[in-house]
């Protein structure tokens, strides 16, 4: 059995590396396999799972990696991910991928789709618009027979028609790995000495690589072997991360947070992972089953409009109830509207709500984390010391 | 857009009078709601239903036509740092601050008294995403009724029948109940098709005036001159007959000066000699607008066309026009092939036909901090269109409110060079790399 450093050894490894080696090796050993990139923040894998082909998260280069060409593809008031991103291709590095999706999070990433276009007219490319409209009859239709056109793109990419029996098969595994997603979080929440965040945040990118099977497996095995481990509670808040779910903050900023004598109990990091809170059924039509699902059992976050003023940010007052958070921390990289618009409203509704709050913002490269350990830190002691609850 | 404050030594031909009269008397009639029981809807101008909104008695206000004025005025920097005070990042879009920031002060209109509240929120998500958030940040304020009309993203460069299919079953299905139910006027179909045919014809002679700037010298300047020219097509006119006789009228104010062999107007008057013809790309900055206009005519040189006189709806690139015909499908085309709802591939060819048709000897981007939507891919955008087309590109980054983006020395100076390599390359110099 492994043991919990192996695996995070492993899954490190994994997140490091920008070669995606791994995912060339899934590749290369049948000459029939294509793989699919995806970028943040929610694109049906379930799809490209049926047409035997890999689903491949690409997370920006983080910060181990020199942008070199990406920056004069962009301005400087412009995140860096689409930017280490337009990096990692000009560098050949995602040579190997077949296709890649756009999802529909924001206008950076959405223009980003018509550069890879541009740049790369060779691969499939499809921007993946979701409805913002939350009516079965409406948005739903929509997003069906957008399913519909995608299931069409990837058939074309691999020759191969998809079945509806590989669908229901895909949504079966899928909803498997969601499970043990929730239950690696909910262990993370209920015992978050036992899992960090950081050993956490690798244990779900290492989804982002591996097929899916090998991620449940990995799971399965991280919840095994941290049950095993002695690790010592210490006396830390419970605080929340919102607003990171497109560009990844480096390892650092989370174990900077965690230094600082945070529990994070809840995050929004590959919210991929999470976007559906139900599982999907594995009977009827597979396609209306997936648009059913996004429509009314999917996660809220800010690429998603909410359709009711009264409910926007409730959804992480739940969190923070469920979870026993005692505050949230806004960690939104620079120039990221989607998270930076909604905060004001989401600070107003914990306001509302008398749940302490910060923010600050990084970048993927971000390299000091002292100021962010000392707001962490001050915010940290600010709930122990002052709060109603303490 | 048609919001210029007014200044003694401009020079105004009758449109630009007409103009004036429309929207003094729109403004008129959106601060004197509380006398007249009219209801207002607050709607975006790319895919602004304007057609719709009328057949319910309402009128439409726009924020960012609201954040123009207020950096026309100057005052849009003020209004900016009280909404980042609030808790808005210096990051996001500063139409979405200036407006916050406005609505903060009173929501005063140009002509001194407040604007009323809006009784619907009409949230058109067309070619922006901060559109959907700006409108979940309105409806916090006011807590007014809301309703969405999204519109699928042209990523591959086409409309399909299922994007339609769901922007009409939107239109039907939550749009026009809304409406209903705000205005309590039912929806008449055969008042849209009327309207339509309004906007159609006003449409063909907007496209005229467009096209008027092939000739050389052209008679117009399709950036600066353009915003004034696009505001009764993007804002609250689109589908009446004042919009038709703007329109006439401008159109035959240009033909004039076709005729007459004369260059466009400038705010100290007709341009004498035409130099350099370029295609612009992105929208204006509005706090120093007329500084920055001078920079150009100055040297000589003259928008002949530019993208964002389509961000409000494209009407000469492939011939769009409202249709009475198919009214609600109509509708949904033109917030479908709105120019920020384009893919970028679409607007590189855009681009690249304007360089050509409009015989440009280069291409200018003025690339906005606030607009990712425009902003984002510009960079590509000129490298392909440089490649393309031989001619040499330039890139100026401002903002469009904030009047701390504007550096006038900067960019001055690098609208100079600028000049300068075009007539390097017109000599037949080595090629160019972009400014």
Redesign the interface.
């Known amino acids: 059995m492994k043991t919990t450093a192996e695996i995070i050894e492993h899954c490190q490894y994994l997140a490091e590396d920008l070669d995606f080696t791994s995912a060339r090796d899934w590749k290369a050993a049948d000459p029939s396999r294509r793989v699919v990139g995806y970028m943040p923040v929610y694109v049906p894998r379930e799809l490209i799972h049926a047409a035997g082909m890999l689903p491949l998260g690409i997370l920006g280069g983080g910060d181990n990696m020199e942008v070199i060409h990406g920056d004069?593809?962009?301005?400087s008031?412009?995140c860096r991910i689409?930017r280490s991103t337009i990096e990692l291709a000009v560098t050949k590095r995602l040579d190997f991928v077949d296709g890649m999706l756009?999802p529909?999070?924001?206008?950076?990433i959405?223009?980003?789709?018509?550069?890879w276009?541009?740049?790369l007219p060779d691969v499939y490319v499809?921007?993946?618009?979701v409805?913002?409209?939350f009516?079965s009859?409406?948005?739903g239709?929509?997003y069906a027979?957008?399913l519909r056109?995608l299931k069409a793109g990837l058939e074309g990419i691999s020759g191969q028609p998809i079945s509806d029996e590989a669908i229901r098969r895909s949504i079966a595994v899928y909803n498997e790995n969601r499970k043990l997603v929730n239950a690696v979080y909910d262990l993370r929440a209920r015992s978050p000495w036992l899992a960090p965040s950081w050993e956490v945040y690798l244990l779900m990118r290492a989804g982002m690589v591996l097929p899916v099977e090998d991620h449940s497996q990995l799971m399965t095995d991280y919840l095994a072997a941290v049950e095993k481990e002695d690790r010592p509670v210490k006396d830390n808040c419970r605080v929340i991360l919102q607003g990171s779910f497109c560009e990844q903050p480096p390892l650092n900023l989370i174990k900077s947070i965690e230094l600082a004598g945070c529990y994070i109990v809840d995050d929004d990091y590959m919210l991929i992972t999470r976007w559906l809170l139900d599982d999907v059924p594995t009977d009827g039509d597979p396609i209306e089953n997936l648009a059913e699902c996004f429509i009314n059992h999917s996660t809220e976050t800010?690429a998603k409009?909410?359709?009711d003023?009264k409910r926007?940010g409730q959804y992480l007052i739940h969190m923070a109830k469920d979870r026993a958070a005692e505050g949230v921390i806004f960690a939104a990289p620079?120039?990221?509207?989607?998270a930076?618009?909604?905060?004001?409203?989401l600070?107003?509704a914990l306001e509302r709500a008398g749940i302490p709050y910060i923010s600050f913002?990084y970048a993927e490269n971000s390299g000091q984390m002292q100021p962010i350990r000392e707001q962490a830190g001050t915010f940290a002691d600010t709930i122990k010391l002052w709060s109603e609850a303490s | 857009m048609n919001t210029a404050p007014e200044r003694e030594d401009v020079i105004k031909e009758s449109s630009m009078i007409k103009q004036k009269e429309m929207i003094t008397r729109n403004y008129d009639l959106l601060t004197s709601t509380a006398e007249t029981g009219k209801k207002v809807a607050a709607t975006y101008v790319p895919g602004n239903l304007n057609e719709l909104i009328m057949c319910f008695d309402m009128l439409n206000n726009l924020p960012e036509i609201n954040a123009i004025q207020n950096g026309m005025r100057k005052k849009s920097g003020a209004l900016i740092q009280d909404a980042e005070k609030m808790g808005h990042s210096e990051d996001v879009c500063t139409y979405v601050k200036a407006d916050i920031g406005h609505m903060a002060k009173g929501s005063i209109a140009p002509n001194g008294k407040p604007m009323p509240p809006p009784d619907l929120l009409l949230l058109s998500y067309t070619g922006c995403f901060t559109f959907m958030k700006w409108f979940e940040l309105l409806r916090d304020q006011y807590g007014c009724r809301t309703t969405m009309l999204h519109v699928p993203y042209e990523g591959d460069g086409v409309i399909t029948a299922n994007m339609r299919d769901y922007v009409v079953k939107q239109l039907k299905e939550e749009v026009i109940p809304a409406l209903e139910e705000v205005s309590g006027v039912k929806f008449d179909i055969d008042r849209l098709r009327q309207n339509l045919k309004n906007s159609a014809k006003a449409e063909d002679d907007f496209v005229w005036v467009l096209e008027s700037a092939k000739n050389k010298p052209s008679p117009i300047d399709a950036y600066f001159g353009g915003v004034y020219y696009v505001g009764p097509i993007f804002t609250a006119f689109r589908g009446t007959t004042d919009a038709i006789d703007y329109y006439r009228i401008l159109r035959g104010e240009i033909e004039q000066r076709i005729k007459e062999g004369k260059g466009p107007i400038t705010p100290e008057g007709e341009m004498t000699q035409e130099k350099y013809r370029l295609v612009v790309e992105g929208p204006p900055n509005w706090t120093s607008f007329r500084d920055f206009w001078k920079m150009f005519y100055d040297e000589g040189a003259v928008v002949v066309s530019s993208t964002y006189t389509k961000v409000g709806g494209v009407y000469d690139y492939d011939g769009f026009r409202h249709d009475p015909d198919r009214p609600l499908e109509s509708l949904a085309d033109y917030c479908l092939g709105c120019y920020t709802n384009r893919n970028l591939p679409m607007r590189v060819d855009m681009i690249e036909k304007a360089m050509e048709d409009y015989q440009a000897d280069g291409f200018l981007i003025n690339s906005i901090k606030s607009c990712n939507s425009f902003s984002a891919g510009q960079l590509m955008i000129m490298r392909e269109i440089e490649q393309r087309t031989g001619k040499p590109a330039a890139f100026i980054e401002t903002d469009l409110v904030d009047p701390r983006y504007f550096s006038p020395a900067n960019i001055k100076n690098r609208l100079e060079s600028y000049f300068q390599m075009i007539d390097q390359k017109r000599q037949g110099g080595s090629p160019m790399k972009a400014a």
């Open positions: 004069a593809y962009y301005q008031y412009i689409p756009f529909s999070i924001c206008d950076v959405r223009n980003l789709s018509g550069m276009k541009l740049l499809r921007y993946f618009d409805p913002q409209n009516k009859n409406i948005g239709t929509y027979q957008e056109e800010a409009y909410e359709p003023g926007k620079s120039f990221c509207d989607p930076l618009l909604d905060r004001p409203m600070a107003g913002k």
